[in-house]
C-alpha cells in the first residue's frame, strides 16, 4: 500500500520505530511538501469564493490545479524514496566473500546509490516550485488567509530543504563524475532560489 492510503498516524509510528525500510529523513520532507501543497489548495479554494479575487480568478484555479497535482507527486516521492532505500539496503546485504560477489556488490550499490540521488532532488524542486506559489498566495490570495499561506511556505522551505541536504548526503557516498558535478551545480541553482523566495515571503507576511 502506497503513502497515499496510509494513515498519518500509522506512518508517524512508522518512523518512530525506526524501521529498516523507511528512508524517515525523505518520506518526512516528501510529507511537508504534500502539506503544503495541500494547504496551498484550500488558500486558493476559499480565496477564489471571494468576490473581490474574482480578477484573479483564473490564476487562482490554475494554482489550485496545479497544487493538486503536486501534492500527489510528493506523495508519490515518498513511495519513490522507500523504492530507492529498498534497492539500497538489498545492495548492502549482497555477499562479498569472492572478488565476482565484490563486484557485483559494488557495481549494484554505486546503482543503487545513483537510484537514490532521484527522489530528493525531486523534493527539492517541488519544494521550490511550491515556494512559488506559496508567494502568490501571499501576495494575491484572500487577506484573512495570509497567514496560512505562510504556513504554506514553511512546509514548502522544509520539503525544498530536506531534498537538498538528502540529495548532497548520497552524492558524497557517490562520489565525483561529470553527472554529479551537473547535480550539484543545479542544487546550487535551487537552494539560492529557495532561500530568495523564502525571504520575500517573510517580508510580504511580516
Known sequence: MGFEETKIGDFLEQVVRVTPTLPAGGTVGALA???AAALGEFVAALSLKKEAHLAFGQRLQALR???AV????????MDQDVEAYEALMRATRMPDATRAEKVRRGTALGEAWIGALSPPVSLAKCGLELLRISLELVRKGYPVA?????VAAE???ACARAGLWIARANMHEIGDSPAI???RDLLDVVR??????FDRIKDEVG
Open 192 to 197: 539560492a532560489e529557495t532561500e530568495y523566495l
Open 33 to 35: 511538501g504534500a502539506l
Open 70 to 77: 503536486l501534492r500527489a507527486q510528493c506523495l508519490g516521492t
Open 146 to 150: 495570509r497567514a496560512d499561506a505562510g
Open 181 to 183: 558535478e551537473r547535480q
Open 65 to 67: 490545479d496545479r497544487l
Open 155 to 157: 512546509l514548502a522551505h
